[in-house]
């Protein structure tokens, strides 16, 4: 069976660094990117820093099928992960022709119109031979360069974005997960049961996951979630049967996640 493609995610800003901000598309690009046989195996952050930027996608690029970026593409001074980018593969930094012309329709027709100033035309400079990302919810687009996905940090249009990219993606064996839950039993119950489990399914992700729950008597206490994730659909069945009756072992075991508390 060939491998899947892999993918790796920087996250690009200051303001996540800090804590102003909180990331929110690093979970839904790893589901997303799962569902179409690309498996993120690596996500980092990363400063408003040229030289950063420059060298961690240079390096990435080379490690991985595909690396998307999020954040840095806006019109203020310290949106410069397009310019970086534009360095990282050696070419000029322009004004691409269509987008401009896309963007200055667009805030011209708005009422009132809207001042296609020096800061806005950033957001239409872009590396040369980039390929543009346009979604519906924004002109100013993301790109492409190569394997190197440059998208938008806000949220909504992050994820815009990458629909608008996704039909282009070529991934293969779409991952697939079963979680089995039981509360009040513990990590170090099933520890020694959970590593013979993986063993036995070597190809799989076999994960556990604590959580906390109130008692009936009113105090808290845990429970654990296993997760096996793979592509072969039938050993992730087998290995969470397993995982199942491991847990009936020790208490109540279940399908699924378990209930928000």
């Known amino acids: 069976m060939t491998a899947n493609p892999t993918a790796c995610l920087l996250i690009i800003g200051n303001e996540v660094l800090s804590g102003r901000t909180r990331d929110a598309n690093l979970q839904f690009l790893a589901t997303r990117l799962g569902e179409i ?3 993120l195996r690596e996500a980092r952050v990363i400063p408003d820093v040229p030289e950063t930027i420059i060298d961690t996608v240079n390096e990435c690029r080379v490690k991985f099928t595909h690396v998307f970026t999020t954040g840095g593409i806006g019109p203020t001074h310290d949106d410069i992960t397009s310019e970086c980018v534009a360095r990282a593969f050696g070419v000029p930094w322009e ?3 269509e987008t401009r012309a896309i963007m200055a329709a667009d805030y011209a027709r708005r009422d009132p119109p809207v001042e296609f100033n020096a800061a806005r035309l950033r957001m239409a400079t872009l590396p040369r031979g980039a390929v543009p990302i346009r979604c519906t919810e924004t002109t100013a687009p993301g790109f492409s360069m190569e394997n190197v996905h440059v ?3 806000v949220p909504r249009i992050m994820r815009s ?5 996704a039909p282009t993606l070529k991934g293969g064996q779409p991952i697939t997960s079963r979680t089995v839950h ?9 520890a020694e049961g959970l590593t013979a489990i993986q063993k036995e399914f070597p190809t799989l992700d076999l994960g ?5 729950r109130r008692r009936p008597d009113g105090g808290m206490g845990g429970g654990v979630a296993l997760v096996a994730k793979g ?5 992730v069945a087998a ?8 847990l009936a072992r020790f208490g109540e075991a279940r399908e699924g996640e378990p209930a928000p508390e």
């Open 95 to 97: 004004v691409h022709e």
């Open 239 to 246: 290995a969470a049967q397993a995982a199942f009756a491991l």
């Open 37 to 39: 046989g690309i498996p």
């Open 161 to 165: 974005m990458f629909e608008a990219l």
């Open 231 to 235: 592509t072969d659909s039938g050993a």
């Open 208 to 212: 556990s996951y604590p959580y906390y």
């Open 182 to 190: 039981a509360d009040f039993v513990y990590e170090g119950q099933i």
């Open 151 to 153: 998208m938008a940090g």
